[in-house]
């Protein structure tokens, strides 16, 4: 049985699509990571991942911790060699999204069918309330018209509803996790680059409540500035990134995200100045922002 092992999938309708999954496994419990890559945006609906090992489907409960990363746990069951489906679940429908695996001429229709038809053929009010008793969820008789009420109308509508669907939890296999924020998660990143580069006195002036750091790259003095932006309570509301240099129409294509233009001189907007692109600090999905 493996300790550590990834897996690439590739995108069923687009192959430039695809996702990293990484299994760690600890002895009790399988700690999974779904990481998207060149998807335009994250899938709607319920994203459902399932394994297809001897010839049965293990389907596990994907949780959105942050921007296109996913976690999951599951029993370490899982062979050495498998296939591996994720399913994304949209009102009735089921539709696949990728498929890798770690065996060769496997037939990744008929496997994402047995994987897409598990998922659809327990997304019913009585396979939803039978998992519930399975997994020793208690309610007496007056809470019963109120729970099926609930599973129903969450069944029944898209994403918005399904997804916080408060019975999802067991009827998925989830683990109920605190959403980790993307500050969080690149904490430690952060802490060293403010820690180990010369700050950015020039934009810690002109931005309130910021603090910038200049981080060289190549040992030849090119560099990039790194910054976090603030909110009236102090928390961090934007990490930031720029590169130096002149005003041009076209941003440079190394800056991903909405890149603006912030000149050093704002009487001489042309002139000297840095672009900016700015990432939401929770989410870590880059936004249209103008810090003056």
Not at 66 to 89: Q, R
Not at 177 to 203: C, R, T, V, Y
Request: hydrophobic content about 35%; some cysteine; aromatic content about 12%.
């Amino acid at each position: 049985m493996f300790t550590k092992k990834s897996l690439v999938l590739f995108g069923v309708k687009n192959q430039n699509c695809k996702a990293v999954l990484t299994l760690e496994n600890h002895g009790e419990m399988i700690n999974g990571r779904l990481r998207l890559y060149n998807f335009d945006k994250p899938p709607e609906g319920i994203v459902s991942l399932g394994f297809y090992d001897n010839g049965k489907v293990k389907k596990c409960g994907l949780v959105n911790t942050s921007h296109m990363l996913y976690n999951f746990k599951t029993t370490p069951d899982i062979s050495d060699e498998f296939c591996c489906g994720v399913v994304n679940f949209v009102g009735a429908h089921v539709e696949p999204l990728l498929f890798g695996t770690t065996q060769n001429n496997q037939n990744s229709e008929e496997i994402l069918g047995k994987i897409a038809g598990e998922v659809f053929d327990n997304d019913d009010v009585k396979s939803v309330e039978k998992c519930l008793d399975e997994n020793g969820v208690e309610y007496d008789e007056s809470l019963q018209k109120q729970i099926d009420e609930d599973i129903s109308l969450a069944m029944s509508q898209q994403q918005d509803r399904c997804s916080a669907c408060k019975y999802k939890q067991c009827f998925f296999g989830e683990e109920i996790a605190e959403k980790k924020l993307f500050i969080d998660e690149i904490k430690q990143q952060l802490d060293a680059a403010f820690e180990n580069n010369p700050p950015e006195n020039f934009l810690q002036e002109a931005i309130p409540s910021s603090k910038w750091v200049r981080v060289e790259y190549d040992g030849d003095g090119d560099y990039y500035i790194l910054g976090l932006v603030y909110d009236d309570d102090q928390n961090v509301k934007y990490v930031c990134y720029g590169v130096p240099g002149v005003y041009q129409k076209t941003p440079p294509t190394q800056l991903a995200g909405y890149p603006v233009w912030f000149p050093l001189d704002s009487d001489k907007p042309q002139s000297f100045g840095y672009w900016l692109t700015y990432q939401d600090a929770q989410t870590g999905q880059s936004v249209k922002a103008v810090v003056e």
